[in-house]
């Protein structure tokens, strides 16, 4: 196993060259001066000397090939640059936004477990009836709906027609019901059509019919049977799952105002802060490598038969 972590992480870095590249390119191919929406308003009274001469303190004056390089070799002594807005290094802002995603990511992961695995062991169990008919329309909904719909709607009926929860912001856990709701709802809908067709599969095969003819309990035989030998899908979905949340859900942090990575990007975007938005991408592509990485180790811990070359 351990030749097969160590190069797993070797095999990360030209993924993230290319990440480092590709974000690299889009942000500088995409319209607008950074020069101009960092000095917003009071742009129209600065002369283009006064931009050109700001532009040449930030670095943004030399070609883009150029800067990509000093960019790429400050990423090798561990330098994600300096955000243009807030001229604080941008793995500060990173880390200091992280924790919020995180407790949201997980927050919301706790939710999609719960209720996806449940919908889909109970529609596997009771395929072709009312059970498996709803659970499959439950689930559809979920993936079909728009995660901002979502967020509007729960705020709409439980922060302003009933004022249970707060509509927006962090610090109590009544605050992270709403956004923790809305992306777990959305990722519940993923877990629970692949726990359904893993479960399913797995009630079909001889050992469960073994267990069922010799009087085993059918509650046991779909929880230390059928579930547990559906695993391996269901725990890779919910490491993409969990990936994609880590990632900044993006879309749910901005409904809810939300002070995570996913709201930080957006506001780097709109503010043409491209160290931070390529730091930004940087990290949540490293948790995303990390955290499938971590599922892929876990595969031995759940089937024993598991072996890594």
């Known amino acids: 196993m351990l030749g097969y972590l160590l190069g797993r992480l070797v095999g990360t870095a030209p993924v993230l060259f290319g990440v480092t590249l590709l974000v690299f390119a889009m942000t500088w191919l995409t319209p607008g001066d950074p020069v101009v929406a960092l000095l917003g308003e009071t742009a129209q009274g600065i002369s283009a000397e006064g931009r050109d001469d700001l532009r040449r303190q930030l670095g943004l004056d030399r070609p883009w090939p150029v800067q990509y390089v000093e960019y790429v070799s400050g990423l090798v002594r561990g330098d994600l640059g300096t955000s243009i807005r807030s001229r604080r290094p941008v793995l500060d802002e990173v880390l200091d936004r992280l924790p919020a995603t995180a407790e949201l990511a997980l927050a919301g992961l706790a939710i999609a477990i719960v209720v996806g695995v449940s919908l889909g062991v109970a529609a596997a169990v009771r ?6 008919a709803l659970a499959i ?16 709607l729960l705020m709409l009926v439980f922060a302003l027609d009933l004022g249970w929860l707060p509509a927006s912001g962090r610090g109590t856990w009544q605050h992270l019901v709403l956004p923790a709701l809305t992306v777990g709802i959305s990722s519940a809908a993923f877990i629970a059509r692949i726990t359904r067709g893993a479960v399913l599969e797995t009630l079909g095969q001889d050992y469960v019919r073994t267990a069922r003819a010799k009087g085993v309990a059918a509650r046991r035989v779909v929880v230390r049977h059928a579930l547990r030998n559906a695993l391996l899908p ?9 990936g994609g949340l880590l990632g900044g859900a993006v879309l749910t942090e901005t409904v809810f105002a939300w002070p995570g990575v996913g709201r930080m990007l957006v506001d780097a975007i709109l503010a043409r802060d491209l160290p931070l938005v390529q730091g ?10 990390l955290v499938n990485l971590a599922v892929d180790l876990s595969y031995a811990a759940i089937n024993p038969k598991v072996r890594y070359g």
């Open 137 to 152: 329309a439950v689930a559809l909904v979920g993936v079909s709906v728009p995660v901002f719909w979502s967020g509007f």
């Open 127 to 132: 395929k072709r009836t009312w059970v498996d």
């Open 280 to 289: 930004s991408v940087l990290v949540v592509s490293l948790l995303f490598i």
């Open 234 to 242: 269901i725990v890779t979905v919910v490491g993409l799952q969990l």
